[in-house]
Nanobody
Framework: VQLQASGGGLVQAGGSLRLSCAAS????????MGWFRQAPGKQREFVVA????????NSADSVKGRFTISRDNAKNTVYLQMNSLKPEDTAVYYC????????????????WGQGTQVTVSS
């Protein structure tokens, strides 16, 4: 599975962005999908994940109520809608695919996209 993330950019605090992650192959629906992020000088951290069919999601406390993950298995795409953005959301955002549950452990994801930069100005 190859993943291509897009949609990052520069936004003011309080604004919104929607990230997309397009997957190649015909087995997209076999994978739970997750979004992770890495800020400069920090470790990669879990943001949000969604189950294969989209019926279950898992979010980090820091983004609950602001970020929403969704997927369209017909389009082999997962989305991350980010609202009420804060400067501390600034990071490179990565999408990932895993055959297990939509968990927060990065080590359980098998495939990773290249990342897209999100910068939130104050």
């Amino acid at each position: 599975v190859q993943l291509q993330a897009s949609g990052g950019g520069l936004v003011q605090a309080g604004g919104s962005l929607r990230l997309s992650c397009a997957a190649s192959g015909r087995t997209f629906s076999s994978y739970a999908m997750g979004w992770f992020r890495q800020a400069p000088g920090k470790q990669r951290e879990f943001v949000v994940a969604i189950s294969r069919g989209g019926g279950s999601t898992n979010s980090a406390d820091s983004v609950k109520g602001r970020f929403t993950i969704s997927r369209d298995n017909a389009k082999n795409t997962v989305y991350l809608q980010m609202n009420s953005l804060k400067p501390e959301d600034t990071a490179v955002y990565y999408c990932a695919a895993g055959r297990g549950l939509p968990v927060h452990e990065a080590r359980l994801y098998d495939y990773w996209g290249q990342g897209t930069q999100v910068t939130v100005s104050s």
